[in-house]
């Protein structure tokens, strides 16, 4: 069983930064596929970026990309969100996911089979 802790959200004005981290722990975290989401409030759970097992694939949403830079630590067992450049429309609860299998669309919710309990994260304009 693969525990998920997410940390590092919090309040930044925006054209800020903020580093999220997710630790892993109960599985061996280099055969893992990860992912980070995000949801507001009233809506559905997206997409924003995700990292291979070795970290050298990683696939981004439109709205993030240039701006967010996922990486990971394997001797760590963390996986990390850079975000910079943040906007009031960054504002959310920020999921750390894993896939054991890593198979399948890497941005869509269901191919992942651990999730982390959130952290959050509010930009101010």
């Known amino acids: 069983q693969v525990q998920l802790v997410e940390s590092g959200g919090g309040l930044v004005q925006a054209g800020g930064s903020l580093r999220l981290s997710c630790a892993s722990s109960?599985?061996?975290?280099?055969?893992?596929?990860m992912g980070w989401f995000r949801q507001s409030p009233g809506k559905e759970r997206e997409f924003v970026t995700a990292?291979?097992?070795?970290?050298?694939?990683?696939w981004y949403a439109s709205a993030v990309k240039g701006r967010f830079t996922i990486s990971r630590d394997n001797a760590k067992n963390t996986v990390y969100l850079h975000m910079n450049r943040l906007k009031s429309e960054d504002t959310a609860v920020y999921y750390c996911?894993?896939?054991?299998?890593?198979?399948?669309?890497?941005?869509?919710?269901?191919?992942?089979?651990?999730w982390g309990q959130g952290t959050q994260v509010t930009v101010s304009s």
């Open positions: 996911a894993a896939d054991v299998e890593s198979m399948g669309d890497v941005t869509s919710t269901q191919i992942y089979d651990y």
């Open positions: 109960g599985g061996t975290f280099s055969n893992l596929l």
């Open positions: 990292i291979n097992r070795s970290g050298f694939n990683t």
